[in-house]
Antibody, heavy 124, light 108 residues
Framework: QVQLQESGPGLAKPSETLSLTCNVS????????WTWIRQPPGKGLEWIGY???????SYNPSLKSRVTISVDTSKNQLSLKMSSVTAADTAMYYC??????????????????WGQGTLVAVSS | SSELTQDPAVSVALGQTVRITCQGD??????ASWYQQKPGQAPVLVIY???NRPSGIPDRFSGSSSGNTASLTITGAQAEDEADYYC???????????FGGGTKLTVV
């Protein structure tokens, strides 16, 4: 059974760089797309970005200047770095396995496995 | 603003059928996927593609799409279906993903 376990500092100060990791079990991190998604308290889901082929990335245009997603294939681990955080970055952060299945010209995109999330509060 | 629009709240009587919709121009090109989120829990995939259910998802959940609208239908809603539901798809550029704002389903 695929398992994803996020970890992070819990609390970050404004203007700092936030670093989160996600340990991936029972699936190869090299084989799939991997995505970070966040959810501010009481609000909806926001797609942050994904990585595939162990280095190709795509980011939410609203976050692109502050976000870096990377993988460590030796540790089967996914990482997220977000710079210059503010209170607006307070959220639950999820790492997610991202699937793309294509049958000819038709492709399906979906997130099939989610971690339990790690809560990050940004406060001085 | 989100490129995918959902009604903020929908209610359904126990055992009845409810349709939750997701609208956006991008849905003319890409299928939506649907996620159920209960309080304090991570979202769970319930429908993807044309109308595919992951293993373990009850067959009362189904999906459909027409034009710029994707729909999640629950036929015979149960009390345990009370949750927030989110749609997701690619955005208009085709390079990124986008979520709808979510629909809170109440089973009365």
């Amino acid at each position: 059974q695929v398992q994803l376990q996020e970890s992070g500092p819990g609390l970050a100060k404004p203007s700092e760089t936030l670093s989160l990791t996600c340990n991936v079990s029972d699936t190869s991190i090299s084989t799939y797309y991997w995505t970070w998604i966040r959810q501010p308290p009481g609000k909806g889901l926001e797609w942050i970005g994904y990585i595939y082929d162990s280095g190709s990335t795509s980011y939410n245009p609203s976050l692109k200047s502050r976000v870096t997603i990377s993988v460590d294939t030796s540790k089967n681990q996914l990482s997220l770095k977000m710079s210059s955080v503010t209170a607006a970055d307070t959220a639950m952060y999820y790492c997610v396995r991202d699937r793309i299945n294509c049958n000819g010209p038709t492709c399906f995109y979906y997130f099939d496995y989610w971690g339990q999330g790690t809560l990050v509060a940004v406060s001085s | 603003s989100s490129e995918l629009t959902q009604d903020p709240a929908v209610s359904v009587a126990l055992g009845q059928t409810v349709r939750i919709t997701c609208q956006g121009d991008t849905l003319r090109s890409y299928y939506a996927s649907w996620y159920q989120q209960k309080p304090g829990q991570a979202p769970v995939l319930v429908i993807y593609g044309k109308n595919n259910r992951p293993s373990g998802i009850p067959d009362r959940f189904s999906g459909s799409s027409s034009g710029n609208t994707a729909s999640l239908t629950i036929t015979g809603a149960q009390a345990e279906d009370e949750a927030d539901y989110y749609c997701n798809s690619r955005d208009n550029s085709g390079k990124h993903r986008v979520f709808g704002g979510g629909t809170k389903l109440t089973v009365v």
